[in-house]
């Protein structure tokens, strides 16, 4: 078979010394993947952290997980650098649905990605023309069954490695050149080794008759292949085998060798280990679900890089990670004859996400994009609070209790957000001391409803007669579908009573978030709260200074666009507020004016879009002043949108609707169902 000079190993080597391939092994290119999108240095809860925007590309990414992405890259990185990791897996333990495979499979998917980049791109040889050694019937062409890099043949061209060296600096490679490419040397695989000393036999040790016989070919990247990026998910007792990893011997290649003690009657393709061999990931789901003997092949694998079989080795350059659920994980440790495999992972926990601010991003996944259709054909409406409903349901569940902090407050407090006068190292305190815990089940989000029940809530709430009936996805609906979630999927009943406990307190920011849009409505205005907040905080910034004129009107610089504008301060609208927030003494006024200005002063250099609408209180007095001045107050509203037999409440009530239907998002069954829920007196604080 003619091999053309671009196919030829010398014509592979230039290219790789005028750097126009590369040679690393696995670890390298997965770090070098990573950190060629950079580092961004953020604060998270309290704490500072680093995040990596290549865990943020394209329409579905991974969401939230700081710790364990920096675990991970660091894990990466030492193998990488030919620290202990090299010689490890790395296995993701944490509760079902909280994205571990998911965050797998989006590496995997990265990777593929990455090296279908020509400088990227993966390389490997195959011995052709194996008819004319006449030891090899029908078989003409053998590539190397785990897909060993050319530079793994030169470095192995001579039975001498200080020969093989030599010939390598005099196609010119530099000492230090070959010092990085020897870090990554290992020996040929069992079949190839032998293939290429029949090879070396034939042509008297000739390397230029020999390399006539080697052909360079790209690594196939096919995903259904599991070459490249290969999966591995655990089976029971009777299926599963130790073929399925490390392949088994072919009747058809064995009629066709002479010698049948030839290695290459071996299949070992068949397995998942040999296609990632050559710079691959292999993901083993449910690691510690496997039987013994498959967990006892994973151990040689991860600590020698071997494939073995029948005496025969097949060393492997791939990255090993696993995941597991807290349960399995739990009983496998309970057995100490499988200690030594736990020692050769990195283990790596991983809690449910717990800001409910990313929760709205993962709760976008669960809703799906494309538009729902009813049973008669209709589209179906998203309520516009059904995100921030769904969100706050599920991020409740998975926060624990403590005596220091309300759920809640935990909540605000994880996501950035202000919890009155709570501070943010309490919430630290409480998560380092969840997180050493012995029972894992105990720890910082470990507990909760997973991306999975949220998935079956929205389903619950699409099967719902009257979502279809009224053609809306109406937010309300999802705590019904929540509590049938809790009842049908969670068996623990301590866990049930809390979960019932921490549904009450969303139902409670779910009905403050309702007064919001009811407020905004009823001025016609879909800022009109965010509005006269900010209008507080300005005027009590201004309220104090020397420049400060006669008139009272006070001149700031909006940080959002970065204009001058003015505002009028009004003293009575001020103490208003502050008497509704139940300050009552000037000292107590002026104390909470400073942690405004304080709050304000922090946020607005690193946010300038911050609202301090996440101050529930301060939101609250404001709401109820400015509604107070135009109607009399909240009940008096009440009052009027549910009587509608007075001509001018009802002419109230339409007007809403349309600013609702025109401005907020609503459509007509989820307005109206949301004026009707504001009208009852269920789940106020």
């Known amino acids: 078979m003619e091999v053309k000079d671009t196919e030829r190993l010398y014509f592979h080597l230039k290219e790789v010394l005028g750097s126009n391939r590369r040679f690393e092994n696995a670890a390298q290119g997965v770090s070098r993947m990573i950190l060629e999108k950079g580092v961004e240095k953020i604060a998270r809860a309290g704490r500072t952290t680093y995040d990596f925007p290549f865990f943020r590309q394209g329409k579905r990414h991974t969401i939230g997980w700081f710790e364990e992405i920096s675990d991970f890259i660091n894990f990466v990185k030492d193998a990488a650098e030919g620290g202990s990791s090299k010689e490890m897996a790395f296995v993701l333990i944490g509760e079902p649905g909280n994205g571990k495979t998911f965050f797998v ?103 230029e008759k020999m390399l006539a016989f080697v052909r360079i070919v790209p690594v196939p990247i096919a995903e259904s292949l ?3 990026t290969g999966k591995y998910s655990a089976r029971d007792k009777i299926t599963a085998s130790a073929t399925d990893l490390l392949g088994e011997e072919e009747i058809a290649r064995t009629l066709n060798l002479e010698d049948t003690t030839n290695p290459y009657k071996y299949d070992v393709r068949i397995g998942a280990l040999a296609r990632v061999a050559g710079g691959g990931i292999h993901f083993s789901d449910e690691l510690f679900r496997n039987k013994k003997d498959l967990v006892q092949i994973y151990l040689q694998v991860i600590q020698n890089r071997n494939i073995e079989l029948k005496g025969y080795k097949w060393p492997i350059d791939t990255l090993v990670i696993g995941t ?37 991003h993962l709760a976008s996944y669960a809703i799906g994009s494309e538009k729902k259709m009813s049973v008669t054909g209709d589209v179906l409406h998203e ?35 202000i919890a009155g006068e709570k501070s943010v190292k309490t919430l630290a305190e409480i998560k380092e001391s969840a997180n050493t815990s012995q029972d894992v089940t105990k720890r910082w989000g470990q507990r909760g409803i997973g991306h999975r029940g949220l998935g079956r809530i929205v389903q619950i ?63 016609d205005d879909p800022q009109a709260i965010r509005k006269d907040v900010l209008a507080y905080i300005n005027m009590i910034i201004g309220v104090g200074s020397d420049q400060l004129g006669p008139d009272k009107m006070w001149k700031y610089f909006d940080p959002q666009t970065g204009e001058l504008k003015s505002i009028k301060i009004d003293e009575r609208f001020i103490e208003s507020v502050e008497t509704r927030l139940g300050l009552t003494t000037a000292e107590r006024k002026e104390s909470f004016r400073n942690s405004m200005r304080k709050i304000h002063g922090q946020k607005i250099s690193t946010d300038p879009n911050y609202d301090f609408m996440d101050n529930e209180a301060l939101v609250k007095a404001v709401t109820d002043v400015r509604l107070e001045s135009d109607v009399a107050g909240a009940g008096s509203l009440v009052g009027a949108l549910a009587n509608q037999t007075n001509e001018e409440n009802l002419r109230v009530r339409n007007r809403m609707i349309d600013t609702m239907l025109g401005k907020l998002g609503y459509c007509k069954t989820c307005a109206q169902k949301t004026i009707e829920y504001f009208c009852e007196k269920e789940d106020e604080s």
């Open 461 to 523: 709430i699409l099967a719902m007669p009257e979502t279809h009936e009224g053609k809306c996805l109406f937010a309300r609906d999802c705590f019904k579908a929540a509590e049938r979630e809790i009842l049908d999927y969670v068996s623990e009943a301590v866990d049930r009573e809390k979960f019932m406990g921490d549904l009450k307190e969303a139902r409670k920011l779910y009905r403050k978030e309702i007064k919001t849009s009811i407020f905004n409505a009823y001025r």
């Open 383 to 417: 309520d516009p609070n059904l995100n921030y409903a769904l969100s706050v349901a599920v991020t409740l569940t998975r926060l624990i209790r403590h005596d220091k902090l309300t759920p809640v407050e935990m909540m605000k407090l994880e996501a950035g957000e």
């Open 105 to 207: 499979e989006y590496v995997c998917s990265q990777y593929r990605q990455f090296l279908t980049q020509p400088l990227n791109r993966k390389y490997t040889f195959e011995f052709v023309s194996l008819e004319g050694l006449g030891k090899y019937g029908n078989i003409r062409v053998a590539q190397s069954q785990t897909f060993e890099d050319p530079m793994i043949l030169a470095m192995n061209l001579f039975e001498s490695g200080d020969k093989s060296r030599e010939h390598l600096i005099q196609l010119g490679f530099s000492e230090s050149s070959l010092e990085t490419i020897y870090r990554n040397f290992r020996p040929l695989g069992a079949c190839t080794e032998y293939i290429w000393n029949d090879i070396r036999t034939y042509c008297d040790g000739d390397p």
């Open 324 to 360: 597991s659920n807290n349960d399995v994980y739990n009983q496998f440790t309970a057995d100490k004859e499988e200690a030594p495999i736990k020692d050769r992972c990195r283990i790596c926990y991983v809690s449910h996400n717990t800001d409910y601010k990313l929760q709205r």
């Open 226 to 228: 599991g070459t490249v």
